[in-house]
Every structure is written in C-alpha cells, then in structure tokens.
C-alpha cells in the first residue's frame, strides 16, 4: 500500500520479482522464468548465468490481532525452512531479514537456492565465491557524549545455485558505500569512519578480515 505518495516500505506484501526474457528474437521476447521474493529489492548480481538477489523483508509486528501474519520470509509463496533460516547471536531486536536467491538464468527449471539470516543490511559486496551483506549500526553512550557506532558484517558463499551462510564479524564505525569494501583472495577488507562526538572528531579506519 501506498503512504503518501510513495510506496510504505514496511508492508508485509510487499516482495520482489525478478524475470528472464530469452530475447534470441528481438521481435519476440519470450519470458522463461519469474521468481518472487519477500522484501524490497536491495541489490543483485550476476556471476556467470547465475542470478543472486538480495531483499530486505520487515514482518508486520504492528497487527497483533491477524493471525496470518507471517514472521518468515518466503520465496514463490513458500515458507522458508527453519534449516534456510539463521538468527545472528546479538542482543539488538531485530523485525527484518536478509533474503539471498539464486538461479541460473540459462535454465527455466534449475534448482532455486535460498538463505534467510535474521538481521538489517544497507550494502552489500559480492565476489565470484561470497556475498558480503554489511549493516551500519548507530548507539550512543550514556552520556550520550562517545559514539559507539559499528558495523555488521555478514558472508554467504556462494557456488553455483548453492548459497549458505558462512561467517559474521563486527568492526567499529560505519562504512560509506559499497566501494569501502572488496575481497582479496580469502581476505575481506573494508574502510570505516568512527566519530568522537565529543570532539567532532571523524577518524577513518582500515579493517581486514
């Protein structure tokens, strides 16, 4: 539905779909494959034929009295397994999740490979063996004085149309884009700004995991 004039980005219906047009007749494009998934589009890549989607999907806390609301995410109208399913081992409540896709793009009935984690992400980075899906996180302390801002990362390998979760970690500051971030060999390397409110001070930092 829509607030405003733009689209409320925290509807339960809200998901996204992506198609495939096999356009070897440029007169006829024949469409050959569609897939939904719950959640507004974040980012996608392509490495090889094979397609991987990323979208964020925020369940609908608000309406305690519908009972049909759903609190996983699915892909073409079926529930995610709790096996496809990961919960990040923070004490931060969290109503969203990360929903990584994948299908080969070259075969209209191929395998479609699923993972969900339990947590926020704003970019990601993807190489030909991971995606690297990063969330900056904003606190304060008590004093309201030190910023204590980080951010979450969180890696799923991929091989084909196989996707899993593999590793999280977290650095202090918060990245600026996703060119901060890039992966050499099994290293993942990214750049950070960290700022001392108190000082009005912003220190840039280099991280490799």
Do not use: H
Not at 46 to 68: A, C, H, P, Q
Not at 91 to 108: F, G, K, N, P, Q
Not at 124 to 131: E, P, R
């Amino acid at each position: 539905y829509y607030y405003y004039d733009g689209l409320y980005p925290y509807s339960k219906d809200l998901n996204t779909v992506s198609f495939v047009f096999d356009i070897t007749d440029r007169g006829n494009p024949v469409l050959t494959r569609a897939l939904t998934q719950d959640g507004s589009v974040l980012s996608s890549r392509m490495v090889g034929s094979v397609l991987y989607t990323v979208t964020r999907y925020f369940v609908n806390t608000s309406d305690k009295k519908n009972v049909e609301t759903k609190y996983a995410p699915s892909v073409n109208g079926d529930i995610m397994l709790c096996d496809d399913i990961f919960v990040k081992d923070t004490e931060d409540e969290c109503t969203s999740y990360i929903v990584l896709t994948a299908y080969d793009t070259s075969d209209a009935d191929g395998k479609i490979g699923k993972v969900s984690l339990l947590g926020s992400c704003d970019e990601i980075y993807c190489s030909t063996d991971t995606l690297y899906a990063v969330s900056s996180v904003y606190k304060w302390d008590s004093n309201n004085e030190n910023g204590l801002d980080r951010t979450e990362i969180y890696a799923f390998s991929l091989n084909g149309t196989d996707v899993a979760y593999k590793a999280s970690g977290i650095v202090p500051g918060v990245i600026d884009s996703q060119y901060s971030m890039d992966q050499f060999g099994s290293y993942f390397r990214l750049t950070t700004t960290d700022y001392d409110y108190s000082k009005d001070v912003a220190i840039s930092s280099l991280y490799v995991l």
